[in-house]
């Protein structure tokens, strides 16, 4: 009896283990798999953009870059799973909780592409000027039924909160996922941090990196 009981036990822990290891070798093909778009996208010997790297920042990161390319839009980007998820925000972030921006899904992006602020030469992809506009760190304040969550399901779930505390922005956002594929809403909390007064993209219009306007980095 003790003897079956034993191999039991044994082929439990074998089956569990197998499953264990099964989930982290997908997981990490998965991860692998994240910045394939954005290498097909580029040409990265002809552009300044950083290389396709998985990484981690070990602080949970986010940063919001101005980007003159075709048409003038803002980046919005946040750390997760070892990338950065990002969105397009046509008309960028604002401090009005009453206001509701656009936001619409893009390719992920390594974590070294935060701090990236240049000129994507002409004929590849995303040609134009790139400013980082805000950057920070901020919290994940994400939940489903009333018990938080991870932001990998959060971003699954289509509805991600978190608390940003960057050197513009601060205080709770939320990404709500629209019925149209890859459309989001960008909607600031009515917390201490939110501003139905000031248009922030006007007032506080220069890089946090190198105090440049994106005229400046147009003409460097």
Do not use: C
Request: hydrophobic share 35%; no cysteine.
């Amino acid at each position: 009896m003790i003897y079956k009981n034993y191999s039991l036990n044994l082929r439990i822990n074998q089956h569990y283990f197998l499953v264990v290891n099964l989930v982290e070798i997908v997981g990490d093909r998965t991860r692998k798999m994240a910045l394939n778009e954005y290498k097909k996208k580029r040409n990265l010997k002809e552009s300044p953009e950083p290389e396709a790297v998985l990484k981690t920042s070990g602080e949970s990161i986010f940063v919001v870059q101005k980007h003159l390319a075709s048409h003038l839009h803002y980046d919005f980007r946040i750390e997760s799973n070892s990338v950065l998820k990002s969105w397009a925000i046509p008309k960028g972030p604002s401090l009005n909780p009453k206001v509701k921006r656009l936001a619409i899904e893009t390719e992920d992006h390594p974590l070294d592409y935060a701090s990236f602020e240049g000129i994507i030469p002409v004929n590849n992809y995303g040609a134009g000027k790139v400013m980082v506009w805000d950057r920070g760190t901020y919290k994940n304040r994400s939940q489903k039924d009333n018990k938080p969550i991870s932001m990998e399901d959060a971003f699954k779930k289509g509805h991600i909160t978190m608390l940003l505390n960057g050197e513009k922005l601060k205080g709770e956002f939320s990404l709500i996922k629209m019925r149209n594929k890859g459309q989001w809403l960008l909607v600031k909390k009515a917390d201490s941090e939110a501003n139905m007064e000031i248009d922030i993209l006007e007032s506080k219009n220069k890089s946090v990196l190198t105090g440049k306007s994106i005229e400046e980095i147009e003409n460097a």
